[in-house]
């Protein structure tokens, strides 16, 4: 079985680890604070590794945890241990989670032509309902490809896309919980207005919003079609959604999710 070893202990880091452990029995940790390291393996029931280059040297999938200014430092400290792993005849692949940092920066950087792939998670792989946008370099093997969509099955869905889409996934799944989460929070919050008691209004909006979702992936129907079947004439549905409409509530989601593409691509090279 493989060895999936992730330098860096945080969050997301620890979250696709999680659920990798359902794919992958030798998982490692690594963090620049070993003692957050150590309690992320312990969680995970994986092992510690105590440095990058170690990490670099053992992983047949290296996973990079970092935050994007981190990662640098990262890759110039594991040059050499990958270039001396390529030149062996192994052939190690690389999963960067760096939003900015493209496959082609990745490879610049350690000056090899690196079996990179580069993903894009958003929080809700936290509690294994992730959405995974990926990314292959083309040395990157497709049996490599499958191995990875599975190891990384468990934190989420995994969809694979070409890399010039990354910025646009970026905006949307990766930045999109953060607009799901308002949304949430102002449902409650008209409840609230509306007499619900704070507690009450938090649980329906929530599971309004969840098994409105559900209803998207598991009819295949359309949205808007899904819409109009909650919408009456002269109803209290079709009074709500005219207040929408009145707020620009389609357009200012539609300039979300455009600002944080334009965000994404200003960090990428």
Known sequence: MSTVVCIGSGNMGVALMSGAGA???????????????????DLLKAKVIESNIEAAKKGDYVFLAVKPQVLPQVLAEIAAAV???????????????????SIAKIKAAISVKLPVVRIMPNTPALIGKGMIALAASPEVPAEKISELEKILGGA??????????????????????????????????????AGLPRDK??????????????MVQETGKHPGELKDMVTSPGGTTIAGLAALEDAAFRGSVIK??????????????
């Open 256 to 269: 979300a999710v455009e600002a944080a593409w334009k965000r994404a691509a200003e960090l990428s090279p």
């Open 83 to 101: 270039k001396e792993r390529l030149n062996s005849g192994e052939l190690p692949v690389f999963v960067s989670m760096a939003a900015g940092w």
């Open 23 to 41: 794919a992958c029995d030798n998982i490692f940790m690594t963090d620049a604070d070993t003692e957050k390291a150590r309690h992320a393996a």
């Open 201 to 214: 209004a938090m649980r329906y909006a929530a599971q309004t919003v969840l098994g409105s979702a559900a």
């Open 156 to 193: 989420g869905v995994v969809d694979t896309l070409d890399e010039n889409y990354m910025n646009a996934a970026t905006g949307l799944s990766g930045s999109g919980p953060a607009f799901v989460y308002m949304f949430i929070e102002a449902l409650a919050d008209g409840g609230v207005r």
